[in-house]
């Protein structure tokens, strides 16, 4: 008898839990019966779809891995990624608006905001009541986020903002904007610091929603700040640290993207089988072909692949261990899975798949967005680059 | 007021499912909370949520079984009992309603719903056999409930229309997936049913008798394609007299 078999322990589990199992489930029936029905006429009409929102946040959907205390749902970070990944499914815009909201602009103030402005502000966001929006992209600052150019000068017991920021999810639907600005400008990224700023504050101007490839209904907008004035009481974390808390915000971030991802490309594969066995070419349907199965299979086998990555950085993230790493190869690995899965979904469904009639086409459109949102692909690589290097000793 | 809701899981019909030697294989495994009975406890909720009052659910299955419970609870039912089976025994509707009968002989309630058949078996019969052992006056296939007083008004749907009918306290309706559209367990409810009691009761606890088992399901067999029509091709007047000579030659026809 082996010894070291009856002393393993099993901490490692490939299983949902009964609250994740649930969390699926009830979400899956809840998008199902509600969100998949619309969707083509939705992305065609390309509005922000205000009643679907509502209903989700009824569903508890906006406050799902923040605190009771705070208002949210209390589940973990897996929880958030299941419901993620089933929204996505069907409606990717719709996920968008969910994970921005609850991970950036909620989770940003869930992660520096004192006690006083938890109490004040996450209530709203976690019920959906108001949605947060996070401003950190300029127009000339994206990938390099510390070059950014939005100023917020003390003055007494205020802070004067000023500045444009753009590409802003939720930038002109939202009410909560947590707003990244230099409050140093001798200094490089310790001179950055974040403040929440309420939409209806004087000088706070919401543009108009931008036209984009995809992510058709949900809203991205510039948001110019023009002599704001923020009081010193949502200085957002401490003075000089807006941009460290922005590196963990965004790692947090990459983990609903991958999930995001994953739901994309579960959503290509499903309709792809389903068309494949609909379709029939030279007497039989087009699934019999081989052609048409390494293709599925490949899909089928980088979902798996990529929702195990997304899982494990999630779960890393609940055990409050370091994540920066694994949060970007999950990002990195599911959005370019969902690349390649969306344009075969495209391919099976041929000429039917480049048309309107169908789902993939607008997978297609919103997935471009995986591999660009929350530092692109090329920024992964870097951050990856950096992180693979310091682990196998090039820097020592 | 006090609300029992049977309810009872059921393979999920839109899942992949097969049969094999008789058997019947559930590719995907998933199991849910029988529609009909959803139904029962949405009902139960919409007359709590009005008129106050308790609700706890009943599930007679394996120990599998019991996450469909939570699911009740996560709807907002206020507790669940859990009777607990083996899995080697397969209960009929009779042995079902006679499991229950026992249960609910020292309890004290003011209704009983059940779904009005499962979408396993379609029998329909534990909930008014149920009634029948409890000696209780009983509503079948309601359609809509309201409260007047300690009475429950039912509307049910007969053969020939709607029929409304007062059903005193205690009784039992069996409710139709017709009555109302079942909530989804929103996450605050999935949180709150980890911390709602739910009783466990052995099956064996419960007095019952063991020539209760009536019926046997034999084996399942998958249902025969249906055969292709006949088309017909020509005039309109040509036609009908083709389909009129078919059906003056086929037996017991015109």
Known sequence: MNLNLLERTYDLSFELTEDHQMIRDSVRDFVERYVAPDVIERDGKKKFPFEIVKMLADQGLLGICHQEKYGGAGFDTISFCLAIEEIARWDASLALTVASHTSLGTGHIALAGSLEQKMKYMPDLTSGKKLAAWCLTEPGSGSDASGLKTTAVKDGENWILNGTKTFITQGSVGHIYVVLAKTDPTLDTKGISAFIVERDWDGVNPGTPMHKLGMNTSDTAEVVFENVKVPNGNLLGEPGYGFIDTMKVLDGGRIGIGALSVGIARGALEESMKYAKERKQFGKPIGDFQAIEHKMVNMAVEIDAARLLVYRAAWLKDQEKPYTKEASMAKLFASEAAERATLDAVQIHGGYGYTKEYHVERFLRDMKLMTIGEGTSEIQRLILSREIKKDLGYYS | MKFYVCIKQVPDVNAPLHIKDGELIQDADRNILNAYDASAI??????????????????????????????????????????????????????????????????????????????????????????????????????????????????????????????????????????????????????????????????NDLPTDSTAIKTKILGYEVKPAREAGKKFDGEPDEIARQVARLLDEAENVV
């Open chain 2, 42 to 203: 949405e009902a139960a909720l919409v007359l709590r949520e009005k008129h106050g009052g308790e609700i706890e659910v009943v599930l007679i299955g394996t120990d599998k079984a019991k996450e469909t419970i939570r699911k009740a609870l996560a709807m907002g039912a206020d507790s669940g009992i859990f009777i607990q089976a083996d899995t080697d025994v397969q209960f009929d509707s009779f042995s079902y309603a006679k499991i229950l009968s026992t249960f609910f002989a020292d309890k004290e309630y003011n209704f009983i719903l059940c779904g009005k058949q499962s979408q396993d078996t379609d029998a329909g019969l534990t909930g008014s056999m149920l009634a029948g052992l409890l000696d209780l006056p009983y509503v079948t296939n309601a359609v809509g409930l309201e409260m007047t007083g300690n009475s429950l008004i039912v509307k049910r749907q007969g053969d020939a229309g709607q029929e409304l009918i007062e059903l005193p306290s205690p009784g039992l309706v069996t409710c139709s997936n017709d009555m109302n559209d079942p909530r989804i367990p929103n996450l605050k409810g999935i949180m709150q049913s980890k911390r709602k009691p739910v009783e466990t009761i052995p099956v």
